[in-house]
């Protein structure tokens, strides 16, 4: 999941809350930029909970966070930045 680090902050979640309930490492929750970048998600239902959980606190689909699964090769690194949101 990518949330807009902006949209994070002002949701008034707490990382450790995040950490404890998807059962997080250190690396499954990371800060990079404006970007907060959370998983992989194990559980099948956990994109599910954690798409409601942003929800419920206010964070718009899309316009604040994005889910992006997939199986990817080792040999493939994404690069992902926020860039000026519009509107």
Same mark, same amino acid.
């Given at each position: 999941?990518?949330?807009?680090?902006?949209? %994070?902050?002002?949701?008034?979640?707490v990382r450790s809350a995040i950490?404890?309930? %998807?059962?997080?490492? @250190?690396?499954? %929750?990371?800060?990079?930029?404006?970007?907060?970048?959370?998983? @992989?998600?194990?559980?099948?239902?956990?994109?599910?909970?954690?798409?409601?959980?942003?929800?419920?606190?206010?964070?718009?689909?899309?316009?604040? %966070?994005?889910?992006?699964?997939?199986?990817? @090769?080792?040999?493939?690194?994404?690069?992902?930045?926020?860039?000026?949101?519009d509107g």
């Amino acid at each position: 999941m990518l949330i807009r680090k902006a949209a %994070f902050e002002r949701s008034g979640l707490v990382r450790s809350a995040i950490d404890e309930r %998807f059962a997080l490492t @250190p690396d499954e %929750f990371r800060v990079e930029g404006d970007i907060v970048a959370i998983g @992989p998600l194990h559980e099948d239902d956990a994109i599910i909970a954690l798409t409601e959980q942003l929800e419920s606190v206010g964070l718009v689909y899309y316009d604040d %966070f994005v889910e992006m699964s997939g199986n990817w @090769p080792a040999w493939l690194g994404v690069w992902v930045s926020g860039g000026p949101r519009d509107g």
